[in-house]
């Protein structure tokens, strides 16, 4: 089955403007199959993800957090829990304000701690080149980072695999998807 996923989804749980259930359905709008969760672990209310269990939606929606990493400053680490899969993407490395070389001796540093499966090769939705290079050696996915209604359907991923969260997970992990963004497609 062919699905396009969000990975990096802010909600009023945190920063975001959008409740979870209008982050849903303006996903459900642009044909997205799945989303992950993601607000900022020190901003997020403890049990504000409960309401997904009692939302009506075809979507898949993975609960997940952006943890704040401490490695030399801050940086932002995506954890998105499958059933039984998780993935770490390490955030958008253009924001450190490094050179590209000093970026990867973090994400280096950070992966001896936590395992690492992707990084980010986008900014708030926008393509980063400097980090799609071959140096980097982790899955390089597509996201919009979506605080707000206008950012939704900037970068995304496609894939073809069952409608299941660890499937999902798992073809990222193996590099069995799509990047996309609002006026391309690319591996």
């Known amino acids: 089955m062919h699905l396009k996923g969000a990975l990096h989804v802010h909600t009023t749980c945190s920063d975001g403007t959008l409740s979870i259930k209008e982050a849903v359905e303006a996903h459900e709008a642009q044909g997205f199959d799945f989303m992950a969760l993601t607000d900022h672990d020190f901003l997020m209310r403890k049990g504000c993800y409960d309401v997904v269990s009692r939302l009506r939606t075809d ?3 993975f609960l997940g957090e952006e ?3 401490h490695e030399k ?6 954890r998105v829990q499958g059933d039984r899969e998780v993935l770490h993407v390490f955030n958008h ?3 450190l304000g490094l050179p590209v070389p000093q970026t990867i001796e973090r994400m280096r540093a950070v992966s001896e701690k936590l ?3 992707a990084v980010e090769i986008t900014t708030r939705g926008f393509y980063t080149k400097e980090f799609d290079v071959p140096e980097v050696w982790l899955k390089k996915i597509a996201t919009d980072d979506s605080h707000e209604r206008h950012m939704i359907g900037r970068a995304w991923v496609e894939m073809d695999a069952p409608r299941d969260k660890d499937a999902i ?3 990222i992990k193996n590099g ?3 990047n996309c963004f609002a006026s391309r497609r690319h591996r």
Do not use: Q, T
Not at 73 to 78: Q, R
């Open 59 to 61: 979507m898949i929606i």
């Open 67 to 69: 943890i704040m990493f």
């Open 73 to 78: 400053g801050y940086i932002h680490i995506n």
């Open 93 to 95: 490395p253009s924001e």
């Open 115 to 117: 395992r690492l499966d």
């Open 169 to 171: 997970l798992r073809a």
């Open 176 to 178: 069995d998807f799509w």
